[in-house]
């Protein structure tokens, strides 16, 4: 009966064994589930991505956003109008994320 189970059941199984086994690591050698384990810059490598993400990407995209705006209200699109508004209302967002992402961390201190 026994056998029956594991021979229609052995990806589960072999699936539970994995995760007891992953787990009993670890439970073991807890440093190994700590993200700061290894010194490996990961932080501020991440810093670096938000710092770029908000101080160039952001701006940037903001301007071509602008730029389709303007190149549609040009050509006489009927929506251009909303989309203009939309597209103003993001690039603000977007040149005020520093600001903003500063403002946030203030309160969460």
Known sequence: MITNYIRKNKAGLMTAALMLGISAIFL??????FAQFGGSGFESKVQNINTNLITRILPLVSIFGLFYAAVLAISGDGE??????????ASTVGFLAPMIIEWLKGLAL
């Open 80 to 89: 251009a109008k909303g989309k203009i508004f939309g597209v103003l209302l």
């Open 28 to 33: 073991l050698v807890p440093e190994l589930s």
